[in-house]
């Protein structure tokens, strides 16, 4: 019997600086379905961390080095997932520079905190910025 077990994925809300400047959140748009609004992030491949993967993702999907500065929490409904049941590992982190669409990312977006289109995200990123949101 083969052990079945969920996908253990990773998400990142990317805080963008320029300097002292708080620019916004980064968002991506996906290329693949679900397609609309996501976090940046991806799942953790076999001999890597999930702070490895946090930091590979944003840098593949955004073109930006991401600091990791906490844990924001670990999301495991069973449906967050359209696709099938995914665990991710979500902190928040920093960066700087200018965001790139790359790997799987269509597009890639800054969103100040008042304008983030929360009913266009995807998975359970409304959830995710939420919590990021009232934790402050």
Request: proline share 7%; net charge negative.
């Amino acid at each position: 019997m083969e052990p079945r077990t969920p996908y253990l994925a990773t998400d990142v809300v990317v805080r963008l600086w320029d300097g002292d400047r708080f620019r916004g959140i980064v968002l991506i748009e996906r290329r693949n379905p679900p397609v609309g609004l996501a976090l940046p992030g991806g799942f953790v491949e076999v001999g890597e961390s999930v702070e490895e993967a946090a930091r590979r993702e944003i840098r593949e999907e955004t073109g930006l080095e991401v600091r990791l500065s906490s844990l924001l929490g670990v999301y495991s409904d069973p449906g967050r997932d359209p696709r099938f049941h995914v665990v991710s590992v979500v902190f928040t982190g920093d960066a700087e520079g200018e965001p790139s669409a790359g790997s799987d990312a269509k597009k890639v977006a800054v969103f100040g905190l008042e304008d983030i289109p929360l009913n266009r995200l995807v998975f359970d990123h409304r959830r995710i910025i939420l919590d990021f949101l009232r934790r402050g």
